[in-house]
C-alpha cells in the first residue's frame, strides 16, 4: 500500500461482479470503460473464487484502477488487500471488527463498512473508518440481504447519525441511472447532511456499454455534488417575500392558460368529476389514467401528476407512475387522503414514498400527522380532529426537510413549506368543508400550478444546457402556493354571488370562479404572510 492515504472521490462507486457481466463481456476491459465513464472508487468483490483466483483477479484489477489513479478496495479479504497491496477494504457487519482489522492494515488504509441502523453507524464513527455504506436502499438480486430494506427515506436517518464526524457515505443496493437522482435528492438528513456518493454493481457490470452507464450516473452524481445546497423543488436559500408569491402566481396561472397542460390525476372515485372539472376551469387538461402499462407514455406527455389515494384502488398505477414521471423530471403531488386511517394506508404511502420522489405533499393535519408519526393531531377517517397543531410552521418545516418536500397543511389557515420557507396563506369560505372533495381539488389545483410552473421552466432551458440534478425544474413552492390559493380565493368569490345559498349552489359557482380567475385577482386577494 502507498505511504500515505489517498484522497477518495465516493461520487461513483463500483462494487464488482464478474457473474454478471453479458455473455462475451471481458471483465477487464469492463472495467477499464467504466472507469472511463467515471467510476471514482473500486472494491473487487469475489464471493466464488478461491484465494488463488481472487488475488489474479485483485492484482489485475488494480493495475488498471492505479493507471487511472483510482482507489482499490477489497471485499471481505484482508490477506487479499495486504498480498496486492489494496488501498484498503470493505467489511460488513458480520465481518473482522475494525479495530482487528486496523491493527492488520496500514495506518494509511482505507476502512469502510456496510451499516444498516442508525446504530450500526454510530458504532463505525467510534470504531473509526473512513466511510460507511448505507442501506439497502432498495431490494437487490446482487446479493442476499440480511437486512430490511432502509428505503431512501431511512437514508436521512442514518445520516444524522455521520453529523459532527468526517466518515463519509455512499448509498448501497438497487441503484441505477433510472433511480440514481431519486437517491440522491431523497437521501439528506433533516438538516442538510447529503450522500458524498453511490455504490453501483449491476447497471454497470452487466452493462454492454459499461462506458455510457457509468457516465450516465456519474454526471448525475458530479452535478447533485456541485450544487451550493442540496437541491430542492424551490429556490431556497433565496429569500422570499409576499410580493415574489403574488407575482410568482400570477405567473404559473398565467402559464397553465397558455400552455394548457395534460394533468394526469390517480384519484378517488368519490372526486373525480369535481377534479376534472376544477382542472379545466384553471386552463388544463385532465386525464384519469391508472393502469401501470401507461404510465410510461403518459409521463412523456402529461405535464404533472397527482397521487390522491382516497380509495386506494390502483397502488400498481401509482407506483409505475411516480416512478416515470420522476424519470421525465415532472413534478408529483402526493395527496395521501386517510394515510392515518388504517394500517394498509400507512404501509402503502411508505411504499409509494420510497418508490418515487413527490414535489409535493398535500394532507390535512391528521394525515401529514400520520406521515411524520405524530400523536399531536388524531384522524377520524379522512378528517382531522382537535385544534391541530401547536406549532404548524415548525410542522411543516421540520417534515418538508424529513421528506425533501413542499409540505401543504391544509385548514382553516394553509402551511406551506421548503423546508426554509414557511408561508401563510388565510383565504378560504365555510363552504369549502360542506362539499365533498375540496380538500382534494386542493390537491388538483396544486398539481395544476405546479405542471405550468415546471411547463414555463422547460420552455426557457436551453436544450444544450448541461445536467443539473434537479429532479423537477421550476418553483414548486410557489406554485404549491398558487394551487391553495386558487381554490380558497375563488371560493370567496363563489360564496359572495347572489345566486349562492348553501353548498348546494356554491359547488358550480366555484367552479365559475374557478374560471374566471385572473393574475390581477389573485395577486389583489391573497392573504399571504412569509413567516
Not at 477487464?28 to 483477479?57: C, H, M, W, Y
Amino acid at each position: 500500500m502507498s505511504a500515505a492515504k489517498p484522497v477518495v472521490d465516493y461520487s461513483l462507486y463500483l462494487v464488482t461482479g464478474r457473474e454478471l457481466l453479458p455473455p462475451g463481456k471481458d471483465y477487464l476491459e469492463s472495467l477499464e470503460a467504466s472507469i472511463e465513464g467515471g467510476v471514482s472508487l473500486v472494491q473487487i468483490r469475489e464471493k466464488n473464487a478461491d484465494t488463488g483466483e481472487f488475488l489474479r483477479i485483485a492484482q489485475e484489477s488494480k493495475a488498471i484502477c492505479h493507471k487511472y489513479n483510482v482507489p482499490i478496495l477489497i471485499n471481505d479479504r484482508i490477506d487479499v488487500a495486504l498480498a496486492v497491496g489494496a488501498d484498503g477494504v470493505h467489511i460488513g457487519q458480520t465481518d473482522m471488527p475494525v479495530d482487528i482489522a486496523r491493527k492488520l492494515l496500514p495506518p494509511n488504509a482505507i476502512i469502510g463498512m456496510t451499516c444498516n441502523t442508525v446504530e450500526h453507524v454510530k458504532k463505525a464513527v467510534q470504531d473509526g473508518v473512513d466511510y460507511v455504506g448505507l442501506g439497502p436502499v432498495w431490494a437487490t438480486q446482487t446479493k442476499k440481504v440480511a437486512h430490511p430494506v432502509v428505503g431512501v427515506r431511512g437514508i436521512g436517518e442514518l445520516l444524522s447519525a455521520l453529523e459532527g464526524s468526517d466518515v463519509k457515505a455512499v448509498a448501497i443496493a438497487g441503484i441505477k441511472s433510472t433511480n440514481v437522482l431519486h437517491c440522491l435528492h431523497g437521501s439528506v438528513s433533516p438538516s442538510g447532511r447529503s450522500l458524498d456518493g453511490v455504490a453501483v454493481v449491476s447497471d454497470i457490470v452487466a452493462s454492454t456499454d459499461p462506458l455510457n452507464a457509468a457516465r450516465r450516473i456519474a454526471n448525475v452524481v458530479k452535478a447533485f455534488k456541485a450544487a451550493t445546497s442540496a437541491p430542492v423543488f424551490s429556490q431556497s436559500p433565496s429569500p422570499y417575500a409576499v410580493d415574489t408569491f403574488k407575482q410568482g402566481v400570477g405567473v404559473f396561472l398565467s402559464a397553465v392558460k397558455k400552455f394548457s397542460p395534460l394533468v394526469h390525476q390517480i384519484t378517488n372515485n368519490v372526486v373525480t368529476t369535481q377534479s376534472a372539472n376544477a382542472t379545466l376551469a384553471l386552463g388544463a387538461s385532465p386525464i384519469m389514467a391508472t393502469a401501470p402499462e401507461e404510465m410510461a407514455d403518459l409521463s412523456k406527455a402529461a405535464g404533472a401528476l397527482l397521487v390522491n389515494f382516497g380509495t386506494i384502488q390502483n397502488l400498481d398505477g401509482m407506483l409505475a407512475s411516480g416512478f416515470n414521471y420522476n424519470q421525465n423530471r415532472k413534478p408529483v403531488v402526493f395527496d395521501p387522503v386517510g394515510v392515518g386511517a388504517t394500517q394498509y394506508r400507512r404501509t402503502s404511502a411508505a411504499q409509494l414514498l420510497n418508490a418515487w420522489q413527490p414535489a409535493v405533499i398535500k394532507g390535512n393535519a391528521a394525515e401529514l400527522g400520520a406521515l411524520a408519526n405524530s400523536t399531536e393531531v388524531q384522524a377520524k377517517g379522512v378528517d382531522s380532529v382537535g385544534s391541530g397543531f401547536a406549532d404548524p410552521a415548525a410542522f411543516v418545516r421540520n417534515l418538508a426537510r424529513k421528506e425533501r418536500a413542499i409540505i401543504v397543511l391544509t385548514g382553516v389557515q394553509d402551511y406551506v413549506s421548503d423546508g426554509t420557507t414557511v408561508v401563510r396563506l388565510s383565504n378560504g369560505h365555510a363552504y369549502l368543508g360542506e362539499i365533498t372533495g375540496s380538500g382534494c381539488m386542493v390537491g388538483t389545483a396544486v398539481a395544476t400550478f405546479c405542471a405550468g410552473a415546471s411547463m414555463l421552466a422547460s420552455s426557457e432551458r436551453s436544450a444544450e444546457a448541461p445536467e443539473d440534478a434537479k429532479l423537477v425544474r421550476g418553483d414548486m413552492l410557489v406554485a404549491a402556493v398558487g394551487g391553495v390559493l386558487a381554490v380558497t380565493v375563488a371560493s370567496e368569490f363563489a360564496a359572495a354571488r347572489s345566486d349562492v345559498k348553501g353548498s348546494g349552489t356554491f359547488l358550480p359557482a366555484f367552479i365559475d370562479e374557478l374560471g374566471a380567475l385572473t393574475p390581477e385577482k389573485l395577486a389583489a386577494h391573497a392573504k399571504i404572510e412569509v413567516l
